[in-house]
């Protein structure tokens, strides 16, 4: 039998800056779902990356009087370690000096040459030279540079375009056949909006190396390098052997979901797309764009400097109180608000009071009351005389796997789970164990551990994709015959 492949993928980011917990936010949610559908029997591949030519680049290497490839060796690295310390389960990670992924831009060159779809021509625009900057008549600000106020020069080069346009009218007729091919539906809608209300205009994706040479050649004009999103969009797929490994290729293309946030929505819903077509090339399904961490009303960014380090947040409240927090505290889709305020109270509050204490409780119950031994195994009776609609239907039904996983629902999944562990701690308190055990009702004692350890195992379960080492540790301490009492797995944050 064939699996079912799940073939997911985060942005490459850019190296001129370290990483951010607006890049942390992305992997994880991308990586949730690589471990859910990993769990589900699929066969996965989830990339992630590095973006690494381009002008941006090419400066921040020279202000530290390094060659750009120096640079981008240096830090490139702290993306891949920050994934491990983020227990990201990246199945690949490619940078786009790669060999691999040269050979594939090139070979991209190659067939929309070959297909007609790339042209010669002049680019005009007001040249800031000590800036290196492309400006628009009309960002000019008194005929000077808008960014440092010096004179500018008009400026014509040749270079290659991309016939976007002409593909604009098919886009639009694929988008409206395909209301999911973007996620959420407010970003489809911006993106449906944009192609209905303006003129596409052809890509300028060539520089000359005169001006840019950090970056990948034209294969028919060594002159020319590739613009950095004519390289970068190809990553996703030369990093499955669109080049080297038809097999590979064949496998997993097309994309499943392209994850980002709405800032490079046009070119991934955009550019993209219309790179592909004009290719011979399927399409991603999905192409999901997720809102922006701000502080304050302001996003977060590496050029403002008002960023989050997940690096400091781990240190300070473990990876998986972080993961939980970026899943859990904000709709998946809209903006989220990062305050030191709203992450301790929920530390404190659904994983030190709720999740933790009914861990060590129950630990502890099972210790003292049934000298170790963990109830399983047997059929489970509802008590009678206990109210808690959530966790009677648990018991009667079994727990059921929701699949708002599935839906990118990540908040309203977790808020199921809690809902479930919350029943669990006030259970505890309608049954009273403690008198169970003094009036000598040993019988009850053990059916009521064993719903709760039953409890316990279901959200381990059902954690597993979010707090993959938390889950481990829960089934750890009750998967066996004794309890292995673990050591508290939040204490609380003052
Ligand atoms: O755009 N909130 O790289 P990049 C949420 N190299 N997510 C955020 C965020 C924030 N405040 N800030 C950044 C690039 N992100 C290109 C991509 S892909 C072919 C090339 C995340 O380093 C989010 O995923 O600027 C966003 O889309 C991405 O980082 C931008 O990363």
């Known amino acids: ?28 949610a ?12 699929h066969d996965v591949y989830f ?31 702290k993306f891949k370690e920050l994934w491990q310390t983020l227990n990201v389960s990246n199945d690949d ?10 050979a594939a831009v090139q070979k991209f060159w190659e067939i929309l040459k070959a297909k007609d779809e790339i042209y010669e021509g002049e680019y005009g625009g007001w040249y800031c030279v000590p800036d290196e900057m492309f400006w628009m008549e009309s960002q000019l600000v008194d005929g000077k540079c808008p960014d440092c106020g010096r004179a500018v020069d008009f400026i014509k080069e040749k270079n290659y375009f991309f016939k976007l346009s002409k593909h604009q009218d098919w886009l639009l007729q694929y988008l409206k056949e395909n209301p999911d091919f973007v996620f959420p539906q407010t970003r489809y809608n911006e993106v449906v909006g944009f192609l209905e209300n303006n003129k596409l205009t052809d890509l300028c994706v060539s520089r ?46 097309p994309a499943d979901i392209h994850m980002m946030a709405k800032d490079i929505i046009r070119q991934h819903a955009i550019y993209w797309p219309i790179m592909l ?8 399904k999905q192409i999901v764009a997720h809102g922006w961490w701000k502080m304050g009303e302001i996003k977060m960014s590496k050029s403002l400097g008002n960023v989050v380090d997940p690096i400091e947040m781990v240190e300070k409240y473990g990876v998986d109180a972080f993961r939980y927090f970026l899943m859990r505290d904000v709709p998946f889709g809209g903006d989220g608000n990062f305050s030191t305020d709203s992450f301790e109270k929920r530390f404190n509050g659904d994983l030190a ?124 301490q009750f998967s066996g015959d004794v309890i292995k009492i673990g050591e508290p797995l939040f204490p609380r944050v003052e």
């Open 277 to 284: 077509k004009a290719a011979g090339l399927a399409l991603p």
């Open 93 to 102: 990670f490619i940078r786009t000096t790669d060999a691999r992924h040269i």
């Open 47 to 77: 990339l992630t990356g590095t973006d690494e030519h381009g002008q941006k680049i090419q400066k921040a290497a020279e202000q530290l009087n390094l060659s750009p490839k120096e640079f981008t060796d240096c830090i490139s690295p």
């Open 30 to 41: 991308a990586d949730c779902l690589a471990r859910f559908y990993r769990e589900q029997g």
């Open 1 to 28: 039998m064939m699996k079912n492949k799940f073939y997911i993928t985060t942005p490459i980011y850019y190296v001129n800056a370290n990483p951010h917990i607006g890049h942390a936010y992305t992997t994880i």
């Open 208 to 253: 000359p190396k005169s001006r840019l040479n950090w970056g990948i050649e034209v294969p028919f004009d060594r002159e020319h390098v590739t613009y950095v999103w004519f390289d970068a969009l190809i990553n996703y797929i030369s990093a499955i052997g669109f080049v080297d490994d038809k097999a590979k290729f064949d496998t997993f293309w």
């Open 353 to 476: 009071n709720d999740l933790g204490n009914l861990v060590h409780r129950t630990a502890n119950m099972i210790s003292k009351y049934v000298d170790g031994k963990i109830p399983q195994g047997t059929a489970l009776i509802w008590p009678e005389g206990i109210d808690s609609p959530i966790l009677e239907k648990f018991v009667v039904q079994g727990g059921q796997a929701s699949d708002l996983i599935s839906k990118l629902a990540f908040n309203l999944y977790l808020a199921e789970v809690w809902d479930l562990i919350g029943a669990a701690n006030k259970f505890v308190e309608q049954i009273k164990p403690w008198n169970l055990k003094k009036e000598g009702k040993q019988d009850e004692v053990i059916n009521f551990l064993g719903i709760v350890v039953a409890v316990l195992k279901f959200s381990a379960q059902a954690i597993a994709p979010i707090m993959p080492s938390t889950a481990e540790k829960i089934k750890e």
